[in-house]
């Protein structure tokens, strides 16, 4: 399922991107209250604060929507009990569950997102009204959040155009709602908003209440600027020194200028400029390749002799290119690797999603011996974390 069918399920997709995306907050109430809990729950937050260490500020409280001081891990549950809500930064880089959300999520809109975790005694409130430079959806855990969301006083502002040194819109919050368990909310970039934790003194619920915010970071123009200005660092004619204006003379440096102007729109005309940015955008910020011990080290690669399986990363795509003399350049994450004897179509099906094992292998490629051939490709493969060995992994299973 694609992921923001998971998420947005019942509201559709693609009607979310066409009237919502980037330009009004949507409520989207769950269909079952543990639409979530297979991403995150209070077991995993007990984890993460009972046996890993997280740094200040990474992991830090705000009171009365004031960030506090670094706070000892022994005056957590006092910082809470006074009302103080719990943040954790780029949670997903400790969760699994989460790390693949976010990979999925980066597949999708092609940009960098991560994950907060904000956990709220009830009937508080975090933060003062603010708004965010990047999209975020809300997904609730447990407990309860009335939520505030109001229009943008600045359309899409960007990091350095922050809300505290602006005055938030005098006007009613054109959207109202309280999340429960499954719900979500997004707001988008520069609308307004605040929370407050729910609670129900008819049922005595002074439930806390627990959220995930995922944040998408989209890139803009400016960002294509600055990767522009990077690039142009490669050519001395850009890092030159400009000619000197003694007393306010510019008559040497106007027509420098105007050269370098002229260059400028050379570049900007070449199609491979657009290409080498939209290549960057493909590979940069992606999750970082996983860890495989002891296989990474060359050691029990193929316990389960023929039947030993392979798989790529889940969470990374593969780019396959067909090179001259019967090569193979594999690209995935930062890594990428040349391979020699193997037609690309069998290149190709070594990086499915459902994985092979060495029959499958044998069947594709009759010619390439085992001893010679396919077990030292794979052993690189591995070794270099571009392919993985199936835990899982004997056919029979």
Same mark, same amino acid.
């Given at each position: ?15 979310? *991107? ?9 409520? @989207? =109430? ?5 639409? *979530?809990? +297979?991403?995150?729950?209070?077991? #995993? ?15 830090? !409280?705000?009171?009365?929507? /004031? ?10 549950? /006092? ?8 943040? @954790? ?15 999925? %999520? ?7 997102? #991560? @994950? ?10 975090? !933060? ?7 999209? %975020? ?5 447990? +407990?309860?959040?009335?939520? !505030? %969301? ?29 999340? #429960?368990? +499954? ?32 944040? @998408?970071?989209?890139?803009? +123009? ?10 142009? $660092? ?16 510019? &008559? ?22 657009? &290409? ?27 316990? !389960? ?11 990374? =795509?593969? $780019? ?6 019967? #090569? ?42 085992? /001893? ?16 993985? %060995? ?8």
């Amino acid at each position: 399922m694609d992921i923001f069918e998971f998420l947005l399920y019942p509201y559709a997709t693609p009607q979310f *991107f066409a009237e919502n995306w980037t330009e009004i907050a949507l409520f @989207i =109430p769950g269909k079952s209250r543990d639409k *979530f809990a +297979g991403l995150f729950g209070w077991n #995993q937050l007990n984890q993460l604060l009972n046996y890993h260490f997280i740094p200040y500020p990474n992991l830090r !409280f705000s009171l009365d929507g /004031e960030s506090l001081p670094a706070t000892p891990s022994h005056q957590w549950l /006092e910082r809470l009990h006074q009302g103080a809500t719990l943040i @954790i930064d780029s949670v997903h880089e400790r969760v699994p569950e989460l790390e693949k959300l976010v990979a999925d %999520v980066r597949e999708q809109t092609g940009y960098r997102s #991560q @994950i907060n975790l904000y956990c709220s005694p009830s009937d508080q409130q975090g !933060f003062n009204c603010h708004y965010d430079t990047h999209d %975020v959806l809300i997904l609730q855990i447990e +407990g309860e959040k009335d939520w !505030f %969301v109001f229009p943008e006083t600045v359309p899409f502002p960007v990091t350095g155009m922050r809300s505290k040194d602006q005055i938030p819109p005098d006007v009613p919050p054109y959207l109202e709602c309280r999340l #429960q368990p +499954g719900d979500l909310l997004y707001i988008p970039r520069g609308h307004w908003h605040y929370a407050i934790a729910s609670s129900n003194p008819s049922r005595d619920d002074y439930s806390p209440s627990l959220h995930l915010t995922l944040g @998408i970071d989209c890139q803009t +123009g400016l960002d294509w600027m600055n990767w522009l200005g990077k690039e142009l $660092q490669e050519n001395t004619q850009w890092r030159a020194s400009l000619p000197v204006i003694p007393s306010g003379d510019r &008559t040497a440096v106007q027509p420098y200028l105007e050269k370098l102007r002229d260059r400028l729109l050379e570049f900007l005309e070449d199609p491979e400029t657009i &290409t080498g940015y939209l290549d960057d955008l493909n590979y940069r910020d992606r999750t970082p390749l996983p860890f495989a011990f002891p296989h990474q080290l060359g050691s029990q690669i193929f316990d !389960f002799g023929l039947e030993t399986r392979f798989i790529p990363s889940a969470l990374h =795509p593969v $780019q396959i290119i067909s090179l001259e003399d019967h #090569q193979t350049q594999v690209i995935i994450g930062a890594k990428q690797a040349t391979i020699k004897g193997i037609p690309t179509d069998v290149v190709e099906k070594l990086f499915r999603p459902g994985g092979f094992s060495l029959l499958d292998l044998a069947d594709w490629c009759p010619s390439l011996d085992v /001893e010679t051939g396919v077990i030292p490709l794979l052993t690189r493969l591995v070794t270099q974390g571009i392919l993985f %060995v199936d835990g899982s992994s004997s056919i029979e299973e």
